[in-house]
């Protein structure tokens, strides 16, 4: 229980810092959070906790085939302008794109 208490906090410090960041320098926060960090941080731990490589390969092959997909949740935000869509409808635009992301991944999960 306290391993888990950990990486809640680890995880919702990175997401704190990162979202004040935005507010300082919006370019680095961007950086920062673009970084693997949050899968360095949970392939590690996946594996300190089950000790399986073949899990743990898989996990990381999944968050590969993902990371692509998942980038569909910011097609919307690239149209905002353009379009004078508000932030809500860009965002629940990006939450149906990435809807369609989750099932991409699926099918290509399936063939690994």
Do not use: C
């Not at 590969?64 to 935000?77: E, Q």
Request: charged residues 10%; positive net charge.
């Amino acid at each position: 229980m306290l391993f888990f208490l950990f990486k809640v906090i680890a995880g919702g410090l990175i997401i704190a810092f990162s979202s004040w960041l935005a507010g300082q320098n919006p370019k680095l926060a961007g950086f920062i959070i673009s970084l693997p960090l949050v899968s360095l941080i949970a392939i590690l731990f996946s594996y300190y906790e089950h000790n399986d490589t073949e899990k743990t390969v898989m996990f990381t092959k999944s968050i590969f085939i993902a990371v692509p997909a998942s980038y569909l949740f910011f097609v919307p935000f690239f149209f905002a302008k353009p379009f004078n869509m508000n932030f809500f409808i860009i965002y629940i635009a990006g939450l149906v794109f990435l809807i369609g992301g989750y099932f991409i991944h699926r099918y290509i999960v399936n063939f690994l």
